[in-house]
């Protein structure tokens, strides 16, 4: 073989270290996607609920607020999204 590492010239070494390098990073940069996508999916179920309420629940009650709606309309909208079976907005 003598000084020159082989038929390779040490390349060989290079490769192997640049490769290993490479793959390090990939798993790091998989791990990382993977935690924020099950994280992020997880949080945002976690929200709806947490609070107990739907988007269109919260719109609902904010244009009661506002005035916008009277009683007899909030009540009859807030008993239909109050059904059950009824998917999350």
């Known amino acids: 073989m003598g000084w020159n590492w082989g038929h390779m010239g040490g390349w ?3 490769w192997g270290w640049l490769f290993l390098a490479l793959f390090v990073v990939g798993l790091v940069v998989l791990m990382v996607v993977l935690v924020r996508l099950l994280s992020g999916r997880d949080r945002r179920s976690d929200e709806v609920h947490r609070s107990g309420r739907s988007r269109a ?4 009650d904010e244009r ?3 005035g916008e709606i009277d ?4 009540d009859e909208r807030r008993r239909r999204l109050d059904e059950p079976g009824r ?3």
């Open 64 to 66: 009661y607020a506002r």
């Open 57 to 60: 629940r919260e719109v609902l």
């Open 87 to 89: 998917p999350e907005a």
């Open 71 to 74: 009683d007899t309309e909030y």
């Open 12 to 14: 060989g070494m290079v």
